[in-house]
């Protein structure tokens, strides 16, 4: 009996230390895209899906709630910009099915008692040629149960190519970002975040801690390499190899170095030309046939092979290196071709200098690491993620 007394005690202890933290833990979650039909084919010189940076516009989305009494977001969550936007109720936006905001969720200001208007239009727009504009406004918003009051957003009226509101969590610009004002609101201890996306099979998807992270998403060390820069997580990628079983290969030459921005905002992994010819070469992928914006295409059935990439981070050969494995890697199914089932690989060529797209590394490879954006330290931290499917459950979260 006074064993069980005396574990109750400590069980008790724990769980007050573990309320008196002063961390936000949200799931983050990826809805399932529409599956191409079976019989579909892919013919040597006609796609039939458009295979593009922005193919699948199934991004990570994140569950926040704004104004008084309290209006449901569904929201995509954006590592690589700075600001929130939410869908007005009976905009263009809404009528004309860029965004599905039954489903989703739009915006009524008049229904807020703590709506302020700024009186000012603004636009946001993204790399991709889409963007919105709208009234900028400040309202309380709640995220993972917690409030944050005079909360700077954006009220889309008008879009172009937008598929969700955003929630933006990179770098501040002119006002604050969600986790900055919880920071500053005293909510959480700084302003740093961690997230777990959990691997391409989880069905619901992974967590964000802001001002902590959870011991248990990823293998220690978590070591931290500075960021480049104060406008986008950038950092410096400096070795990327590839592995068949435990055999390395170094795709990149000795003092190889490319700014590479972590997002969550893009599907795939982008990386230059040349270095993905070298990758697909290895992995037995191919261009699209007649493919002139860098697809790739693999047999579905190469999941199940020994094969991965190794992305090392930071000057020091003792700095940071994830392993993705080639299953993180390939995406949904898109037909056949010459009798064979297809998928699209999760890497895309493209040259910054050339105008095209920056080096990025997106959802397929944010996948296979448990990543800290320390935005008061201006500095990255990678770990390799555990992921076992399991979402929603922090099971030993501290503070950082």
Same mark, same amino acid.
Request: net charge negative; with cysteine.
């Given at each position: 009996?006074?064993?069980?007394?005396g574990f109750?005690?400590?069980?008790a202890?724990q769980?007050?230390?573990s309320a008196?933290q002063?961390?936000?833990?949200a799931?983050?979650?990826?809805p399932?895209?529409?599956?191409?039909?079976?019989?579909s084919?892919?013919?040597?010189?006609?796609?039939s899906?458009p295979l593009?940076?922005?193919?699948?516009?199934?991004?990570y989305?994140?569950?926040i709630t704004?104004?008084?009494?309290?209006?449901q977001?569904?929201?995509?969550?954006?590592?690589?910009s700075?600001?929130?936007?939410l869908?007005?109720?009976g905009?263009s936006?809404?009528?004309?099915?860029?965004?599905?905001c039954a489903?989703l969720?739009?915006f009524?200001?008049?229904e807020?008692?703590?709506?302020?208007?700024?009186?000012?239009?603004?636009t946001?727009a993204?790399?991709?040629?889409?963007?919105?504009?709208?009234?900028?406004?400040?309202?309380t918003?709640?995220i993972g149960?917690?409030?944050?009051?005079?909360?700077v957003s954006?009220?889309?009226?008008?879009g172009?190519?937008?598929?969700e509101?955003?929630?933006?969590?990179?770098f501040?610009?002119?006002?604050p970002t969600?986790n900055h004002n919880l920071a500053?609101?005293?909510?959480? $201890? &700084?302003n740093?975040?961690s =997230?777990?996306?959990n691997?391409l099979?989880s069905?619901? !998807? #992974?967590t964000i801690i802001?001002? %902590?992270?959870?011991?248990s998403?990823?293998v220690?060390p978590?070591?931290r390499?500075?960021?480049?820069?104060?406008d986008?997580p950038?950092?410096?990628?400096?070795?990327?190899?590839t592995?068949?079983?435990?055999?390395?290969?170094?795709?990149?030459?000795?003092?190889?170095?490319?700014?590479?921005?972590?997002?969550?905002g893009t599907?795939?992994?982008i990386?230059?030309?040349?270095?993905?010819d070298?990758?697909?070469a290895?992995m037995g992928?191919?261009?699209?046939p007649d493919?002139t914006?860098?697809?790739?295409?693999?047999?579905c059935s190469?999941?199940?092979?020994?094969?991965?990439?190794?992305?090392?981070f930071?000057? $020091? &050969?003792?700095?940071?290196? =994830?392993n993705v494995?080639?299953?993180?890697?390939?995406? !949904? #199914?898109?037909g056949?071709l010459? %009798?064979?089932?297809?998928?699209?690989?999760?890497?895309?060529a493209?040259?910054e200098?050339?105008?095209?797209?920056?080096?990025?590394?997106?959802?397929?490879?944010?996948?296979?690491?448990?990543?800290l954006?320390?935005?008061?330290?201006?500095?990255?931290?990678?770990?390799?993620?555990?992921?076992d499917?399991?979402v929603?459950?922090?099971?030993?979260?501290?503070?950082?």
């Open positions: 009996m006074l064993n069980l007394l109750l005690a400590f069980l202890l769980l007050c230390a008196a002063r961390v936000v833990v799931d983050i979650w990826k399932a895209p529409t599956p191409t039909s079976s019989n084919t892919l013919q040597r010189r006609e796609l899906v593009t940076q922005a193919s699948d516009r199934t991004l989305r994140i569950d704004a104004g008084t009494p309290p209006q977001q569904s929201l995509q969550l954006d590592t690589g700075r600001r929130v936007w869908p007005a109720i905009s936006i809404c009528s004309s099915s860029l965004v599905d489903d969720g739009s009524d200001s008049s807020s008692s703590t709506f302020t208007s700024s009186g000012q239009t603004d946001i993204y790399s991709d040629g889409s963007g919105v504009t709208g009234q900028v406004f400040t309202d918003f709640r149960g917690q409030a944050v009051s005079n909360q954006l009220l889309g009226k008008q172009t190519d937008v598929h509101g955003v929630l933006g969590i990179g501040p610009a002119s006002a969600i500053a609101q005293g909510t959480i $201890s &700084s740093r975040y =997230i777990h996306l691997s099979s069905t619901t !998807g #992974g802001f001002g %902590g992270i959870d011991l998403k990823f220690a978590l070591l390499v500075p960021v480049l820069g104060s986008l950038t950092v410096a990628l400096t070795r990327v190899s592995l068949k079983g435990r055999v390395p290969t170094v795709q990149t030459g000795a003092g190889y170095s490319e700014p590479a921005i972590l997002d969550t599907t795939l992994t990386l230059p030309t040349a270095l993905v070298d990758i697909i290895v992928a191919q261009y699209y493919a914006n860098g697809v790739t295409i693999i047999p190469a999941s199940s092979r020994s094969l991965s990439i190794n992305f090392h930071g000057s $020091s &050969s003792a700095g940071p290196t =994830i494995p080639i299953s993180q890697l390939i995406l !949904g #199914g898109l056949t010459d %009798g064979v089932d297809m998928c699209q690989f999760g890497l895309y493209s040259d200098s050339n105008g095209a797209f920056p080096t990025t590394l997106g959802e397929t490879f944010l996948r296979s690491a448990y990543v954006f320390d935005l008061d330290g201006g500095k990255i931290g990678f770990a390799q993620a555990v992921v499917g399991v929603g459950i922090a099971r030993n979260v501290v503070e950082v």
